[in-house]
């Protein structure tokens, strides 16, 4: 089975930037997508494709992919963004989804 | 706008079948646009995928979970549902029901609100 690796945690403080990493191989031939994770709230998509955005997200959220790896940049980060944040992506076959580790992002 | 809503029972015994329902408004289960799967999150841990069916009808499953899963569409219902064999108390999480869009593809960009499943005698 395939494995997407993220950083258990990320500090910020409000107005910096955080930047969330997900590794994994499958990630070189399939894109990857986001959500954000609150207590007690359903997982909302912030990036899909690796860099697409849906909408109704904000522009701060905005995602990038580089070889085995892709990454999620909440640029000017609110209070509101903490949260835990998972990366996703799909097995070579197309038949299997597969879930980061996910990172919880704390603003300080 | 597609909304999803999970039903079922919050509590399941040991050895017996959790069975839940999402129950879609806002566009047909029939339809070619979207997928529907599956998602749970145990107590303390992270998001992880069940299973999902496409408008062809075609299943896939997490092969850890493969052996005891279920995953079907009842377009006369307009809804899915889940079913997951001699659950364990290991199977306690919030049980989220998903859909991914076309446009999305290999995601899920709408969610249900969850429901809360318990495994206890």
């Known amino acids: 089975s395939y494995e997407l690796t993220q950083p258990p945690s990320v500090s910020v403080s409000p107005g910096q930037t955080a930047m969330i990493t997900c590794s994994g191989d499958i990630l070189s031939k399939k894109y990857g997508y986001w959500y954000q994770k609150k207590p007690g709230q359903a997982p909302v998509l912030v990036i899909y494709k690796d860099s697409e955005r849906p909408s109704g997200i904000p522009e701060r959220f905005s995602g990038s992919s580089s070889g085995t790896t892709v990454t999620l940049t909440i640029s000017g980060v609110q209070a509101e963004d903490e949260a835990d944040y998972y990366c996703?992506?799909?097995?070579?076959?197309?038949?299997?989804?597969?879930f980061g580790t996910g990172t919880k992002v704390t603003v300080l | 706008q597609l909304q999803l809503q999970e039903s079922g029972p919050g509590l399941v015994k040991p050895s017996e079948t959790l069975a839940l329902t999402c129950s879609v408004s806002g566009d047909s289960v029939s339809s070619y646009s979207y997928s529907w799967g599956w998602v749970r999150q145990s107590p303390g841990k992270g998001l992880e995928w069940i299973a999902n069916?496409?408008?062809?009808?075609?299943?896939y499953s997490d092969p850890s979970l493969r052996s005891r899963v279920t995953i079907s569409v009842d377009k006369s219902k307009n809804h899915f549902s889940l079913n997951l064999r001699s659950v364990t108390a290991a199977d306690t999480a919030v049980y989220y029901c998903?859909?991914?869009?076309?446009?999305?593809?290999?995601?899920?960009?709408?969610w249900g609100r969850g429901t809360t499943v318990t495994v206890s005698s």
């Open positions: 069916i496409y408008y062809n009808g075609r299943t």
């Open positions: 998903a859909s991914g869009s076309s446009r999305v593809n290999d995601g899920f960009d709408f």
């Open positions: 996703q992506s799909i097995d070579n076959n197309n038949s299997y989804y597969v």
